[in-house]
């Protein structure tokens, strides 16, 4: 016998189901509403993903910061704060705010969890704890020789193809090359073999390629995390365009491969990064995955402080000959006998040292929404915030908050850390301008020290030796917002110095 639905209960049904979602909705929107918000980012999270596709996400929240103030809301259940102090409470080490579940992205496909990905605090501080050796360079044999090999590679590749003269123009595309040499720098560290994009001059397995095309959609989803369920479903992921995770799957393949070889009977022992996970006891799943994470992490992020803090450098004639002046003194003073330059040396060069922390600050190089959670009500900006709501930040405006950095705030101004003179003041500008780090949290950066020591000794090899000015100025570069910076095109005409 054929079962039939009346049509009026099925409409009755269809009306009930409607107003159940309906409900839900105006629920979600008044739990907020003492908080502004724009357009229809009260009712529904597509506001937000509409504005992470759209590429500009950190610049926009940095516009609402200015329209808005400290705090304001951007999805039902999602506000952002521009308030320094109130981000450094949220994301102090021993405060009552978890990740939110936005951070599930970074587990991508797999069944175990990344230091990116975890959630909870206790589980999060015992994975990190075993990891933050081979980050800090302890486990790691000749981790300022390996960054030293890799920056002569990059002026190697500079004095081989890209010098330009009054009669022969070779244009370089920065953005491209300093992330070659971040990925050259990590993969040498982190599995004991450089890739060799900068010997080859190409993204040699295509990881930057994919990772390029493939996360703006995935942090786009990760504002609905249900969604990134869809990553794990093996019919979903083979409708995936394969030109847009090719590069990514052959990166997996490689850390799983190098990962194997320090297992099992036949295991070698090597003072690398991934040797640094095995020996504080990282089972084989944790340790490939950590090496992904850590080689997709720590190329992009260092990459745009590279590209952004040279672009401003290239803009701002006066930082760039005082920048310049430094460096020569210095070596004329025998302060720089090294070349490459030691990280050591480095940090006894003030002017390159505000250059360093105006880049970091002036642009960002992580500028994700990094949502935390608290299980009960908290005051945030002078608002109560109900449990379970995503609390952001705007990375941009915390970090050009003229409060802290003064009226000219928006400015790349190097000499800002240099003429401060009251020490309390300069320390809170620090405080601040290392939160792009996550400095003083329990979610600081693994990768800083990494990080500063390639930033330490680019900039100077550079300076020492070329001349460098922008081709395009009007568009000097193309870069698109999601979570991280993805940039290309910054063209850039290099001359020997003379």
Known sequence: ????????????????????????????????????????????SLWLVHRHLGGRIARELADLSRRYGAIYRIAPNWVVISDPVEVQRV????????????????????????????????????????LLPGYMGKDVDNLHLIVDQRMMDFVALIEQKYMSTDKDFRPMDLAEKAQFLTLDVISSLAVGNSFGCLAEDRDTFGQIASVTQSVPLITAMSIVPSSLLLLQNPIARALLPKDKIEGVMRMMAIAQKNAATRYGPDSITARDMLGSFVAHGLQYNNAWLETFGQIGAGTDTTATAI???????????????????????????GKIKSSPITDAEAKQLPYLQAVIREGLRIWPPVTGLMPKICDTEQVVCGKKIPPGTNVCW??????????????????????????????????????????????????????????????????????????????????????????????SELWVRIQRRT
Not at 109 to 126: C, F, Y
């Open 307 to 333: 590209r952004m803090t040279l672009l401003y450098l290239m803009t701002n004639p006066d930082a760039y000959s005082k920048l310049r002046a430094e460096i020569d003194m210095a070596i004329s003073d």
């Open 1 to 44: 016998m054929e079962l039939v639905i009346p049509w009026p209960l099925l409409l009755s049904g269809v009306c009930l189901l409607g107003s159940y979602f309906i409900a839900l909705r105006i629920a979600a929107a008044r739990r907020l509403r003492h908080i502004p918000s724009p357009g229809l980012a009260p009712w529904t």
């Open 394 to 487: 705007a990375a941009i405006a915390v970090l050009r908050n003229k409060e802290v950095f003064g009226d000219d705030a928006e400015c790349f101004r190097p000499d800002r850390w240099l003429q401060e003179t009251d020490t309390e003041k300069l320390k809170e500008m620090k405080q601040v301008q290392m939160l792009c780090f996550g400095t003083s949290s329990r979610w600081e950066c693994l990768g800083k020290t990494i990080a500063l020591i390639e930033l330490n000794k680019v900039f100077v090899e550079l300076f020492r030796r070329f001349d460098m000015s922008i081709v395009n100025p009007p568009e000097p570069l193309k870069t698109y917002d999601a979570s991280l910076s993805i940039q």
């Open 91 to 130: 994301w102090q080490a021993r405060g009552p705010w978890y990740r939110g579940r936005w951070y599930e992205m970074f587990r991508f496909d797999q069944p175990v969890e990344t230091v990116m990905s975890l959630r909870d605090n206790a589980n999060h501080a015992a994975l990190r704890s075993k």
